[in-house]
């Protein structure tokens, strides 16, 4: 065989496999998607599931399974997705902490968050809300500060698990103010809320979707929520940073992500279709009435994102000084 005709042999075997995957990228999908949640259920994460879920069911005709993998403070389910056939039928809906805070706390994690991921969108913001437990004789900032202050270490505060974004929050807050608590963490956000509503621990940050319900019923006591500006869902809240601690802003992410070497095909399809859910009225009035803002972007605007908030926070975490088990 000539040389030209082997050229000839392989120019046509890439061109019919670049035909076979996009007419399979064309069809996708044609079976259940499972949207993997790694943190408890009732957290942002899962609510924010259970909200696509559907539309996506609703749009395709497939059947979309939240499945809830949990553990090592997210990086059970995002190792899980990285290793999952890159075909576009398993996907990670995380707070951007397991890719962006896990790596300067988990120095040997078993997955790399930029390289073995595709990343799809970023979905939304929720500010973290700072809360106590009522019966914490504070209402604001500067007296919770000055509470913590009297009673060096003697408040628990209760995180998602330990080097999430809430934890980080709480250390940025010590950072800024001095004061001095002891962490206690839980197996997702929801336990963290309802251990602090129980007074089994005083004081959290957590996520607004999935905290201003037990603000609202008066089992927890706002103090203030981590935005840059107020939200329009508690506008009586003020900002941390307006009670005297400029720039402080922190929240939770979330974002989805399939394994790397999914279809660029599959990526473009999928984007496209969870921007537009994402962004319908009835999504943005649904989340926005419960302190969270819709904010989608292009596959690799996202993996700029996760990029720069990794930087971000390991520079957090290393000058806190902080050593997580």
């Known amino acids: 065989m000539s040389n030209l005709s082997r050229v000839a042999r392989m120019v046509l075997a890439v061109a019919a496999f670049c035909f076979a995957a996009t007419a399979a990228a064309q069809a996708y999908p044609t079976k259940p998607i499972r949207i993997i949640v790694p943190f408890a259920a009732g957290g942002t994460s899962d609510i924010l599931a259970r909200f696509i879920g559907p539309k996506l069911t609703e749009a395709w005709g497939q059947p979309v399974i939240i499945e809830n993998r949990t553990g090592a403070n997210g990086n059970v389910g995002a190792d899980y997705v990285a290793k999952s056939a890159p075909d576009g039928y398993t996907m990670l809906l995380a707070d951007m902490g397991a ?43 500067q007296e919770l500060i000055a509470y913590a202050k009297a009673r060096p270490g003697q408040l628990n505060f209760a995180v998602s698990g330990t080097g999430g974004a809430p934890h980080l929050a709480g250390i940025e807050f010590q950072q800024r103010t001095g004061v001095q608590w002891t962490y206690i963490p839980y197996k997702g956000g929801s336990a963290a809320v309802l251990d602090v509503v129980a007074g089994q621990a005083n004081i959290l940050f957590n996520g607004m979707l999935a905290t201003y319900g037990q603000v609202k ?5 706002a103090l203030g929520v981590s935005s840059a500006k107020r939200v329009p869902a508690a506008p009586d809240l003020p900002t941390i940073a307006e009670q005297g601690l400029p720039g402080f802003e922190t929240g939770s992410w979330q974002g989805v992500v399939m394994a790397a070497g999914t279809p660029r095909e599959i990526v473009t399809k999928m984007n496209a279709e969870l921007t537009r859910i994402l962004n319908t009225q009835d999504m943005k009035d649904k989340l926005a009435a419960q302190g ?3 904010r989608t972007n292009t596959p690799e605007a996202f993996a700029a994102f996760i990029r720069d908030e990794k930087t971000r926070w390991a520079k957090v975490v290393k000058d806190s000084g902080a050593k997580f088990d």
Do not use: Q, R
Not at 101 to 130: E, G, N, Q
Not at 217 to 221: A, P, S
């Open 99 to 141: 890719l962006t805070i896990a790596p300067s706390v988990y120095p040997t994690l078993p997955f790399d968050p930029v390289k073995d991921f595709s990343h799809i969108v970023l979905v939304s913001y929720s500010p973290h809300i700072l809360a106590v437990h009522p019966s914490i004789p504070v209402s604001n900032v």
């Open 217 to 221: 019923n008066g089992k927890l006591k």
């Open 292 to 294: 969270t803002e819709v």
